[in-house]
């Protein structure tokens, strides 16, 4: 019964994204939805951005190891990162009406940047892409008892189906429904749960102190981990092309603007649940913990709850999911067929041909991504790097170039390739005791004003 109901969910995500294919008549309708999405859309798009595997896998086994402390990254940093775009982001860069984050270099800085940022923004997703696709295919060896590379590979080819027709109409329309199925089956199994466990206060009770602690000690090196933590999503997932287009898919600017705060109430609200619910297995079911933490929740469900519970909770499991791998599959091809592709060609393609150049990239990606996802397996750790690329690269170029009129291309192009350098430097040849991301962001930024001081060739 269980595997029937998944099956005639996907079923049903596909046809739902078969149907909005029929909105998408040109490359702007298939990357950005046509600019026309109303708030409740544009809201839950943005709710979904992360609302994942990481999530509700990731999140909650770190969590039930090292409590809130061992969660900063996600939910809360991520809820900043929305917070961040809406405040300081979103109103200008959705007045400039560009088509991907790459243009945003190329109006900037000139078509030299647009390539190398372009370079620098595409690549990450692929990690990101094959975090969501772990967690699918976990999910399918748990319920039908196939092997996890085997799950990887058939939601690959669901998520890319309707993704590759639909675009983000499919991916916007998806993520609506999707969302109510993720509160409402979270909400539920989180009610039974605290039920079965004697109330919510006698859950909480039973947390240690330490898993309550939010700020770091007065220790360098805790208080230069706790920066850290909030930065990798909070700050690194600022240049990043699905947060981008999720937000100028909207029909207004102030829906582009509003829609970030009410996706970032709503997901520090939401991204609760799957850690009270974590807390509710450790009190009731502490010896489903064993082995693999990531596990923990979707095994749980099966073993100690009723069918239609299992229903709701591993259909709302799949929604986050899958919302969330369409529109990471999405963002790299936009940016591989507008800024590097159209480029290379002197922009001689036609928006017909754009258009299936972006399909074929979405396969492209999608390939890639599959086969990072059968040989690696821990979603947090694939998410964390993917965002820890783009902030050490992408997030000085792109801040300094809205608010610093003296920002040259050189100054940008120096910034980015000395931030990654410095990063792989520390991660690779010298390791800190500190996450390297730190000093890397730091040179990231000196060696734009550096640059920019001494090349003062502007591209405005």
């Known amino acids: 019964m269980l595997l029937l109901s998944i099956i005639a969910y996907l079923s049903l995500t596909v046809a739902i994204g078969y149907w909005a294919s029929r909105k998408v008549k040109t490359a702007g309708d298939f990357m950005l939805a046509g600019r ?148 409402s089956g979270l909400l539920v199994l989180a009610y039974v749960l605290a039920e079965k466990a004697g109330g919510v206060a006698t859950v909480m009770s039973e947390v240690h102190p330490r898993n309550y602690k939010f700020v770091p000690s007065w220790d360098l090196t805790e208080i230069t981990t706790y920066i850290a933590a909030w930065s990798v999503l909070g700050l690194g997932s600022i240049p990043s092309q699905d947060v981008f287009q999720r937000v100028m898919s909207s029909g207004s600017v102030k829906i582009a603007v509003r829609s970030c705060f009410i996706a970032a109430g ?48 591993f259909g709302s499991l799949l929604s986050a999911i899958m919302s969330t791998t369409s529109s990471a599959m999405l963002a790299p091809a936009a940016i591989f067929s507008e800024n590097l592709i159209k480029p290379l060609v002197k922009n001689k393609l036609s928006d017909k041909q754009l258009l299936y150049i972006t399909r074929i990239s979405i396969l492209f990606f999608a390939v890639i991504a599959t086969v990072m996802a059968c040989l690696r397996k821990n979603i947090y750790e694939l998410v964390a790097e993917s965002s820890i690329l783009s902030l050490v690269s992408l997030f000085a170029p792109l801040t300094f170039g809205m608010y610093w009129k003296k920002t040259s291309s050189a100054g940008a192009v120096l910034s980015m390739v000395t931030g990654l350098s410095t990063w792989l430097f520390f991660k690779w040849v010298y390791p800190l005791e500190i996450p390297g991301l730190i000093p890397a962001t730091m040179a990231s930024i000196l060696a734009l004003i550096m640059g920019s001081l001494i090349w003062k060739k502007e591209h405005k």
Request: proline share 4%; aromatic share 14%.
């Open 266 to 313: 709503l997901y520090l609200t939401i991204a609760m649940l799957p850690l009270f619910i974590s807390l509710c297995t450790k009190y009731l079911y502490a010896d489903q913990l064993q082995g693999d933490a990531q596990l923990a929740l979707p095994n749980m469900v099966l073993m100690h709850t009723a069918m239609p519970i299992q229903i709701l909770f």
């Open 36 to 183: 026309s999405l109303p708030i409740m859309l544009s809201s839950a798009a943005l709710f979904a951005t992360w609302f994942g595997s990481e999530t509700v896998f990731g999140a909650s086994a770190e969590f039930l190891e090292g409590g809130l402390y061992a969660v900063i990254e996600d939910p809360f940093g991520a809820a900043l990162c929305l917070v961040l775009f809406g405040l300081f982001f979103a109103r200008k860069l959705y007045n400039m009406n560009l088509l991907t984050l790459g243009d945003f270099f190329k109006q900037r800085y000139g078509r030299r940047t647009e390539l190398v940022a372009s370079a620098f923004l595409a690549p990450p997703y692929v990690g990101y892409i094959a975090a969501q696709l772990v967690a699918m295919g976990l999910i399918l060896n748990v319920v039908a008892g196939i092997e996890v590379w085997q799950g990887v590979v058939i939601s690959s080819i669901v998520v890319t189906f309707y993704t590759f027709i639909g675009g983000m109409w499919a991916i916007s329309i998806t993520d609506f429904i999707q969302s109510i199925i993720i509160v």
